[in-house]
């Protein structure tokens, strides 16, 4: 029998979540002949292949497979689940996601099997169920995460290339192969830039799925990785702008003219002296930590803007830039 579903889970140094992530779908009510779960251990440093080991030993039926491969990042090791999958729909996970109810995997092929084959399903990414504690900056990505589905919902945001999370997003295998899918080359922002290749290459058709809900359990970070994630945005947003330049919203200068003002001209201050970034955002880093969630909020936001416009300052890429420079915006304001 075809395998219509091929579900895509990259790990790395997970053993202590794996668990929660695959006890969950090992109670899906989803027809295994139909679908498999493909996990790929990107060289994990600890017992992460004695836990996938056990898992499949558990499926007579071959369900979960398991693969390895030398630490090459993310998108290296989904693209490796790729090649390996047999299904017609790729379904992309995070290794820290929990399906929300039983019917998760079949909310999405049940989207493709009504859809032609340029569908694409943005599953809902919702805040873990267990983890109050969780970090102030967590707290910040779930904000703006519920604001986006929030204007989905509304009308106000339309779907797209770039809301293609591949925390939980599913696209025809036809289709991913078409656009040629994820660039190895990107360490952040992967997602996005396959999504607007989908987009644009392979005139995909987005849709929102609530439905399809899992629970996002990150692990409790440290604001350094929070930090340098901005930062890696940074030039990573800077070059997806440089393969859509008709498409001025994708480029970091936005956040120039940002509705916020404080964020303006935070944005401009960091851009036109780079070296305060760091001594600015060691001091403000405590405070984000030991207040409480809602004065934490604004201080990330803060925190991430100027790690973010430190990536884009200081990209390579900046040489390719023809835009309008960000200086030449501030002595405009």
Not at 76 to 105: C, I, N, P
Not at 110 to 119: I, V
Not at 178 to 186: H, I, Q
Not at 247 to 259: K, Y
Request: glycine share 6%; aromatic share 12%; net charge positive.
């Amino acid at each position: 029998m075809d395998i219509l579903l091929s579900v895509i889970i990259p790990t790395y140094n997970r053993a202590g979540r794996l668990p929660v992530l695959l006890d969950a779908l090992l109670l899906q009510n989803i027809d295994h002949s139909r679908s498999e779960i493909l996990v790929v251990d990107d060289g994990s440093n600890d017992s992460t292949w004695s836990v996938l080991q056990s898992y499949q030993q558990k499926q007579k039926d071959g369900w979960i497979r398991i693969l390895s491969q030398n630490n090459q990042g993310q998108a290296l090791a989904r693209q490796y689940g790729v090649w390996e999958s047999r299904g017609r729909y790729l379904l992309f996970l995070d290794d820290d996601m929990e399906a929300a109810h039983a019917g998760f995997l079949q909310s999405h092929l049940l989207f493709h099997e009504k859809n032609a084959d340029s569908g694409v399903a943005l599953g809902a990414i919702l805040p873990p169920r267990d983890n109050p504690r969780r970090p102030a900056f967590e707290w910040f990505y779930e904000k703006s995460i519920r604001t986006m589905y929030e204007n989905f919902k509304n009308g106000t945001l339309v779907p797209s290339g770039v809301h293609f999370f591949s925390a939980n997003v599913s696209v025809p295998k036809e289709l991913f192969l078409k656009v040629g899918g994820f660039n190895g080359a990107y360490r952040q922002a992967e997602d996005r830039e396959l999504g607007l290749r989908l987009q644009h290459h392979g005139h995909a058709r987005f849709a929102f799925l609530p439905e399809a809900a899992a629970y996002h359990n990150s692990p409790t970070g440290r604001f350094r990785a929070f930090m340098r994630r901005a930062r890696l945005y940074g030039h990573y947003d800077l070059a997806i702008s440089l393969l859509y330049p008709n498409q001025p919203e994708l480029h970091p200068r936005q956040i120039f003219v940002s509705a916020s003002p404080v964020k303006r001209l935070l944005a401009r201050v960091a851009f036109q002296w780079p070296l305060i970034i760091a001594p600015l955002s060691w001091l403000v880093l405590p405070w984000a930590i030991i207040l409480p969630i809602r004065l934490s909020l604004p201080l990330c936001s803060m925190l991430y803007c100027l790690q973010y416009v430190g990536g884009y300052a200081a990209s390579p890429l900046r040489a390719q830039d023809r835009s309008t420079p960000p200086e030449a915006e501030h002595h405009a304001a």
